[in-house]
C-alpha cells in the first residue's frame, strides 16, 4: 500500500489522533443522537473505551444520555453548538450586513420551496410523496429538497441569533470586573 492510499478513507486521521479525540470529534458533530456503537465505528475506536469518554463528556456537561429507547443513545447539547456556531460566525469576519443578506438569502430559498411545492415545512414536502403522481426522480429531487430545507432552518436560527446578538457577541480583550 502506499503512502496515499494509506491516508484515504481517515487513515491520516486515525494516525495523527487518539481514540479519545476521534470519538470527541465524532460525538460533538453528531446532528442526531446515536448509540455507543455506532460512536464507536464512526471513531474507529472499540466500544468499550467509547463508552467511558462518551460517559466523560456526559458528566462534563457536553453531551446528553437518553436510556428511555431500547438502546442508549448520545448527543450534544444542541444549544451550546448553536452558541459555539453563532461565535464562530461573529468571529469570522463577515460583517453584519454580510450576514444579513446571507439571512434572507436562505428565508428566500425556503419561500421559493413553499410556493413551488405548495406546502410549508420539509414533512409536508415528504408527504406529497405519498399520493402517487410524482416519478423516481422528482421523489429523490423533494428528499434532498426536505433534507436540505431542515438544515437551512437551522442555519436561519443560528444566523438570526449571531445578527440579534452581534454586540453581546463580539470578543473581549479585557475582563469584565464584576460589580458589588
Excluded at 446515536?34 to 467511558?52: C, F, G, L, M, Y
Excluded at 406546502?119 to 433534507?147: W, Y
Amino acid at each position: 500500500m502506499t503512502d496515499d492510499e494509506s491516508d484515504s478513507e481517515g487513515g491520516l486521521r486515525d494516525r495523527q489522533t487518539t481514540g479519545e479525540d476521534r470519538v470527541r470529534m465524532v460525538a460533538q458533530q453528531l446532528s442526531e443522537p446515536q448509540t455507543v456503537n455506532w460512536i464507536a465505528d464512526e471513531a474507529s475506536w472499540s466500544h468499550e473505551p467509547t463508552k467511558r469518554v462518551l460517559e466523560r463528556l456526559v458528566d462534563d456537561g457536553i453531551l446528553h444520555r437518553d436510556d428511555s429507547g431500547t438502546h442508549t443513545t448520545y448527543y450534544p447539547d444542541y444549544r451550546r453548538q448553536a452558541m459555539q456556531e453563532a461565535m464562530r460566525l461573529r468571529d469570522s469576519g463577515h460583517t453584519v450586513e454580510e450576514l444579513t443578506d446571507r439571512l434572507a438569502d436562505m428565508k428566500a430559498q425556503v419561500r421559493d420551496w413553499e410556493a413551488e411545492f405548495g406546502v410549508e415545512s420539509p414533512n409536508q414536502l415528504r408527504g406529497t410523496l405519498a399520493d402517487g403522481t410524482v416519478d423516481a426522480d422528482d421523489e429523490a429531487r423533494r428528499r434532498e429538497i426536505a433534507r436540505e430545507w431542515e438544515h437551512l432552518q437551522r442555519r436561519i436560527e443560528i444566523v438570526g441569533f449571531a445578527i440579534r446578538e452581534w454586540d453581546f457577541l463580539t470578543p473581549t480583550t479585557e475582563p469584565t470586573e464584576a460589580s458589588s
